[in-house]
């Protein structure tokens, strides 16, 4: 019996969800009993407590784990991206992933400052964590929100890009010359004219060489590119392959060749300076800056802006466009006003 009818019209509800725990009750209509069953078979079936899905209680390295499993394995540098998180999972005592909060990782920030660590090294490594809760938390894997949402990236002042000029480029060639490598010339001077990455140019195939072009592909943006090269270029490159199937290993050559030249580099700076020398003189040469990010394969114009100062309208701007500009420091006011008279009509002049 679960619901039956009184003879004074009342409902009786007599329920026994689970053996051994019963409910009885007088109500006055069916429709309150009706209500009473089922609260007593939810609450005893499924209390109000009861959670249905466990709490996720995985530590940080193991949701890291998860996160190059699901989606890491996918792009070009997972592996060592999820190297760099585990260590930082151990730096930070690996919690819980979820009690994980901004304080503890502020903490870890300013010790590695501290230890001497680069800004925007500390940067990268906050971004490729809060990437980590924001992939699970869309892909499903985890049902909260970043704890890291609210933590800020540093504000460091940015470093100039630093670029080869006309007279150290044949003294780095000198030196490249003078390495047992066999291939370090040909992947410097590669990077050099095309402004391939240092591993895209020494990953070239043989049937990558064709037409006086090259084509970069395992590229960093996931984008297949052809860049024209000189004709000699192009003919050297083919007697290399002729003899060896593929460049050997030779970034250490590069670096120790680097040295030897005396030419000074900023911190951190070695075969990708190859990289921003190519981009420099592109643009200091009248090059185009859409042009150029199609060259180096960059995925956002932003990356490539960082050169347009270099280019040379941007310079005679500078001169042609500054309120200085047709001022003699030295002359009376009536003067100086004759001077701005005369700038503006030449200004008028050269408009269309």
């Known amino acids: 019996m679960a619901i039956e009818q009184l003879p004074d019209g009342r409902w009786k509800v007599d329920v026994e969800p689970i053996k051994g725990k019963r409910f009885r009750k007088t109500l006055k209509t069916k429709a309150e009993a009706q209500r009473f069953e089922a609260k007593c078979r939810t609450d005893c079936i499924q209390p109000r407590d009861w959670n249905p899905k466990p709490k996720d209680n995985r530590k940080l390295s193991d949701v890291i784990q998860s996160w190059y499993d699901l989606h890491g394995h996918s792009i070009t540098s997972g ?6 998180l585990k260590l930082m999972a151990r730096r930070l005592g690996d919690p819980v992933a979820r009690n994980l909060n901004g304080s503890s990782v502020v903490d870890l920030r300013r010790r590695e400052l501290e230890a001497g660590a680069k800004p925007k090294s500390i940067n990268n490594r906050l971004s490729y964590l809060k ?4 992939e699970l938390y869309r892909l499903g894997d985890i049902d909260y929100a970043s704890p890291l949402a609210k933590v800020k990236p540093l504000k460091f002042q940015e470093s100039q890009l630093s670029y080869l000029s006309i007279k150290q480029i044949p003294q780095l060639i000198e030196s490249l010359d003078k390495s047992r490598s066999r291939s370090v010339r040909l992947v410097a001077e590669l990077c050099l004219a095309t402004g391939a990455r240092w591993s895209e140019a020494e990953g070239l195939r043989p049937e990558l060489v064709r037409n006086d072009t090259v084509t970069f592909v395992n590229t960093k943006s996931k984008r297949v590119r052809t860049v024209p090269i000189s004709a000699d270029l192009a003919k050297r490159l083919s007697e290399h392959f002729d003899k060896n199937s593929r460049f050997t290993s030779c970034l250490r050559a590069f670096r120790i060749a ?11 700076q070695a075969s990708h ?7 420099s003189h592109f643009i200091m040469n009248g090059g185009g800056i859409l ?3 199609e060259i180096l394969g960059h995925s956002s114009l932003t990356m490539t802006m960082r050169y347009a100062h270099l280019s040379p309208s ?10 200085l500009d047709g001022f003699d420091t030295s002359s009376t006011p009536t ?3 004759g001077h701005k008279t005369l700038k503006n009509q030449s200004l008028e002049a050269d408009s269309p």
């Not at 990437?131 to 924001?134: A, E």
């Not at 040295?259 to 580099?265: H, Q, Y």
């Not at 310079?315 to 042609?320: C, G, K, Q």
Request: zero cysteines; a positive charge.
């Open 291 to 293: 042009a150029l990010k």
């Open 314 to 323: 941007h310079l005679r701007d500078a001169v042609r466009f500054n309120p």
């Open 131 to 134: 990437s980590v809760f924001n």
């Open 258 to 268: 680097l040295k030897a030249s005396g030419i000074k580099l900023p911190r951190g």
């Open 79 to 84: 592996r060592r991206r999820t190297n760099t």
């Open 335 to 337: 003067q100086k006003e």
């Open 273 to 279: 300076v190859l990289r921003h020398t190519f981009a």
